[in-house]
Nanobody
């Protein structure tokens, strides 16, 4: 079993910054893609950013230039540095990871979510 534990959400004023962290623990052989999704009230959950084994990051258009995703392979942790936050960034942010418990079993896992609220 694998757990993803997130931290770092909170309330911030527009223009401010927050850093989210997500650490995977449990039966881990390797971790492929790690990423962050967000879900605003009444809306679908959408990809914000993801990072592969090669440290290549992909970003949703609205966060490019403001958010940076990174990972610490040794700590099984992914980070999301969010700068120049806007009220429209308000959402519950979920960590997602493709975690292999063996060479052949690599399911996706979700964290419990962390609230990010940006006031205007």
């Amino acid at each position: 079993q694998v757990q993803l534990v997130e931290s770092g959400g909170g309330l911030v004023q527009a223009g401010g910054s927050l850093r989210l962290s997500c650490t995977a623990s449990g039966s881990i052989f390797s971790i492929n893609v790690m990423g962050w999704y967000r879900q605003a009230p009444g809306k679908e959950r959408k990809l914000v950013a993801r990072i592969t084994l090669s440290d290549s990051g992909d970003y949703e258009d609205s966060v490019k230039g403001r958010f940076t995703i990174s990972r610490d392979f040794a700590k099984n942790t992914v980070y999301l540095q969010m700068n120049s936050l806007k009220p429209e960034d308000t959402a519950v942010y979920y960590c997602n990871a493709n975690v292999c418990s063996s060479r052949y079993a690599c399911p996706n896992y979700w964290g419990q979510g962390t609230q990010v609220t940006v006031s205007s």
